[in-house]
């Protein structure tokens, strides 16, 4: 196990720059979930971990070493592939052993890892078979089988589960979040789903067109957005951002609508700003703002309503079940506690 | 519900014989199939069965042109059993197809994994090592006439302006240089074809499976050990298989460029055919020597056949 160091990494495909300047620093066991929509470099940082791309600026360090010069194979990583990268002609044993026959381990040694490996991911019965011969699930297994096998100092994963239908997902999920659990080793974990990343990670690493938007825990993002993209980009559905003005009474809609928000700095009144709020943040309140109902989705445990305010459409989750119609109106209001305001020209987070 | 069922069979037999035999061949949809193939067929047995069948009767015939032969039994191969010229062109069709076979592969393979790189000008490349296959036979053995010639030849010319040789090399009237320069012309000729399947091999490999392998810590030369040659396994097997087929029979490059000499050294077992059976007229002869050349052939096919069949990995499905 290591931690690993990224500091001011740059990559550049000739002329064209896609990571511009990234630092983040993992702890030794940490799980870190790189995560962004595509295009934003996440992906390419991870193969630059591994060693598949060159790093055109800045250090890696894996533990105290810089392996910005250092091949793949002497990184001391492995790598679960979106596609699995499965070698079709060996068997699921030969799979995993492959690394270590190429390194000439003694046999005994080679059976006795693949075995435990095998045991942890419920892969004994498979051993003999194909990755034809096997499901996407158990496919998915094998792949973290093999980084399992070599023991390595970082796990690096790639989009794992992008393949797998919802169901399996989340079930894979867990399993992946257990078995880190129980190995304890450092990994990199690389996703566009950010319900992948609020449940699993440690670390959440927002990136937007080859910048860090914002680090840190899950709930801290969740709760703290440092600036509209995460606020949009963490929370499912995501959080409505109402464009307006801050004033002494609360926020100015641009569709005239006032809104009740928390505290706020005294010389922000004025300003042009955009307001947030969860769905989930806003509460059914008979003295609250008037919106009309555009679409009510029940959902058994809530009711996800989508609401018109002021000429602006609202995503609102309810606890409980709404009988409103589409056409009619409601009565809503927002938690003051948990609103948040962004600067309208910088779209940084305004802190209160 | 079961009365009627139980009676379904009975009312459904009498109703069926009203048919006539040939309305149920015409509306059965087991026939219907049939019908489909009926063309393709005809085609088949017009131009592949009838010849065959028609060469191998001929082998047993003492048929010459012009005259109907008889029924002879195995006469005809027991004189080529006792033919040295028979011998020599059987070892020369083996030494032939063994040699440019193994060098087309090598060669063939070698361009492929070249092609498979990114190289500047990659479609230009990729189309210029086409050319040897889309020029006609005949005009690439004319041009390969031209090159061994005893007097003009370009190689011995330029060989001669570097000093190297004091006299030209008699590519063609030599037995060993007339076999080595026709191999050479086979060889020239064939790789394309197998580069640029193979090519076509190479991309199906995902190359996800070689950064795989390099991040378990593969060399290049074990990637390709590992990976990339049991992957190209069952292409190789088919190209192969046509590769080693289409040289054994081969036949336009051999008569343009030596027409079997110098002294039978390059008669291959297809000119030998031709030569007795056409030009010296002997069809029953000849004809034997082309059916002599069906073993060869099949064990050729059993191999690959062979090849293909024991890749497991490849069928997905069963869960055995």
């Known amino acids: 196990m290591a931690s690993v160091q990224i500091a001011d990494v740059r990559k550049a495909y000739g002329a064209t720059q896609v990571i511009h300047g990234v630092d983040i620093d993992i702890d030794d066991g940490e799980f870190v979930i790189l995560v962004g929509p595509s295009g934003c470099g996440k992906s390419t940082l991870l193969r630059m971990i591994a060693g598949l791309e060159n790093i055109s600026g800045g250090e890696i360090r894996i533990g105290p070493r810089v392996v910005n010069d250092v091949p793949p194979k002497e990184r001391d990583i492995a790598m679960v592939f979106q596609n699995y990268a499965l070698y079709p002609h060996m068997t699921v044993a030969d799979n995993m052993a492959f690394s270590m026959k190429l390194r000439k381990a003694p046999k005994a040694e080679i059976d006795e890892r693949v075995g435990k490996a095998a045991g942890i991911l419920g892969l004994d019965k498979l051993l003999d078979r194909y990755p034809r011969q096997l499901s996407g699930g158990q496919r998915q297994r094998v792949a973290m089988g093999r980084a399992i096998v070599r023991d390595p100092q970082v796990f690096l994963f790639d989009e794992p589960l992008s393949n797998l239908d919802a169901k399996l997902r989340v079930q894979m999920r867990t399993e992946i979040k257990e078995l880190h659990q129980r190995l304890k080793t450092t990994t990199v974990y690389v996703t566009h789903d950010q319900i992948e990343a609020m449940t699993m990670a440690d670390k959440i690493v927002v990136m937007h067109d080859g910048i860090v938007e914002q680090m840190g825990a899950p709930l801290e993002l969740y709760d703290r957005p440092a600036n509209l993209f995460v606020a949009a980009f963490i929370g499912s559905p995501s959080m409505n951002l109402l464009k307006g003005t801050i004033t002494a009474g609360g926020f100015e809609t641009e569709g005239g609508v006032v809104w009740p928000i928390g505290s706020h700095p005294a010389d922000s009144n004025g300003k042009a700003a955009v307001f947030g709020i969860r769905p989930e943040h806003i509460q059914l309140n008979p003295n609250g703002l008037k919106a009309e109902v555009v679409v009510v989705e029940p959902m058994g445990s809530e009711t996800q309503v989508v609401a018109r305010c002021g000429g602006q459409t609202l995503t609102c989750v309810f606890r409980e079940r709404i009988t409103a119609k589409p056409g009619e109106t409601i009565s809503i209001t927002p938690d003051t506690n948990v609103t948040h305001l962004f600067d309208a020209g910088t779209g940084k987070r305004i802190v209160t | ?320």
């Open chain 2, 1 to 320: 519900m079961a009365n009627s069922v139980a009676e379904m069979p009975a009312r459904q037999t009498s109703f069926r014989s009203e048919r006539t035999a040939w309305q149920k061949l015409k509306a059965s949809p087991n026939w219907l199939g049939f019908w489909y193939m009926m063309p393709a067929m005809g085609i088949l047995i017009l131009f592949l069965a009838y010849p065959l069948g028609l060469g191998v009767w001929l082998s047993f015939t003492d048929t010459k042109i012009g005259r109907a032969g008889v029924f002879i039994g195995l006469e005809n191969y027991i004189w080529l059993w006792e033919d040295r010229v028979f011998w020599t062109s059987v070892f020369n069709t083996l030494l032939y197809t063994t040699v440019a076979s193994a060098a087309k592969f090598v060669i063939g393979l070698y361009l492929a994994l070249l092609l498979n790189k990114h190289l500047p000008f990659k479609a230009m490349i990729r189309a210029l090592v086409l050319i040897p296959f889309i020029v006609p036979t005949v005009l690439s053995a004319i041009a390969f006439w031209w090159i061994y010639d005893a007097q003009f030849s370009i190689i011995s010319w330029s060989l001669r302006q570097l000093g190297w040789i004091d006299h030209n090399i008699n590519f063609l009237g030599d037995v060993w240089n007339a076999r080595w320069s026709t191999i050479f012309a086979n060889v020239w000729r064939g790789v394309p074809f197998i580069a640029i399947t193979l090519l076509a091999g190479l991309q199906t490999v995902s190359p996800s499976l070689y950064e795989a392998a390099t991040l378990d810590g593969a060399t290049p030369w074990q990637r390709f050990r590992h990976i990339t040659y049991p992957l190209l396994t069952p292409i190789i097997a088919v190209v192969m298989t046509f590769s080693v087929l289409f040289t054994f029979t081969d036949f336009q490059l051999i008569w343009a460029l030596t027409r079997g000499g110098p002294v039978n050294a390059t008669h291959l077992m297809a000119t030998l055919s031709y030569q007795r059976a056409i030009i010296a007229g002997q069809l029953g002869e000849g004809a034997a020597i082309s059916t002599a050349m069906i073993p060869f052939l099949l064990a050729a096919i059993g191999i690959a056949w062979y090849g293909l069949q024991t890749r497991k990995w490849q069928q997905g499905g069963s869960n055995e």
